[in-house]
């Protein structure tokens, strides 16, 4: 597994004093926390929550399959080929995952209980999001 932890500055606080609850999402593959939260932004106030913290993580720089033997990118995982039938990168889904449950263990450490913690994500990042909540039964109270 990676030691290096997930980039998490970007959040977007609770609009109120009180934080009791956390959503998690990730972003799709190219982009960045940043990315996600700024183009959520541009469709409105969308998770914007009296009590809730949203953190945007980003994936770390890895090797991107489908970019050539040079190319890497901000991804969650490889991805081999473009096609139902291509070998999904599990190795990379797990250590993702692991690093991933890491940002929900800090939430945890911080007072918020697994019961108010979502996890979710848009496209490759609703990929590993998936993969990451079905991989721990007892990992987070929903999936978006």
């Known amino acids: 597994?990676?030691?290096?932890?997930?980039?998490?500055?970007?959040?977007?606080p609770p609009l109120g004093d009180q934080h009791d609850s956390t959503i998690i999402m990730l972003h799709g593959s190219g982009d960045s926390g940043l990315g996600l939260k700024e183009w959520l932004e541009m469709e409105g106030n969308l998770?914007?929550?009296?009590?809730?913290?949203?953190?945007?993580?980003?994936?770390?720089?890895?090797?991107?399959?489908?970019?050539?033997?040079?190319?890497?990118q901000r991804v969650w995982f490889d991805r081999l080929r473009l096609d139902p039938?291509?070998?999904?990168d599990l190795p990379g889904m797990k250590e993702m995952a692991g690093l991933v449950k890491d940002v929900i263990q800090s939430e945890v450490d911080g007072g918020i209980p697994l019961s108010r913690i979502v996890l979710g994500g848009f496209s490759m990042g609703g990929g590993q999001a998936l993969f990451t909540a079905i991989s721990?039964?007892?990992?987070?109270?929903?999936?978006?």
């Open 85 to 88: 039938t291509g070998k999904e």
């Open 136 to 144: 721990d039964d007892e990992l987070c109270s929903g999936l978006v």
């Open 47 to 72: 998770f914007r929550f009296e009590r809730t913290k949203v953190i945007f993580p980003t994936a770390h720089w890895r090797p991107y399959s489908l970019l050539g033997p040079y190319g890497t």
């Open 1 to 12: 597994m990676s030691s290096r932890p997930l980039d998490v500055s970007t959040v977007t």
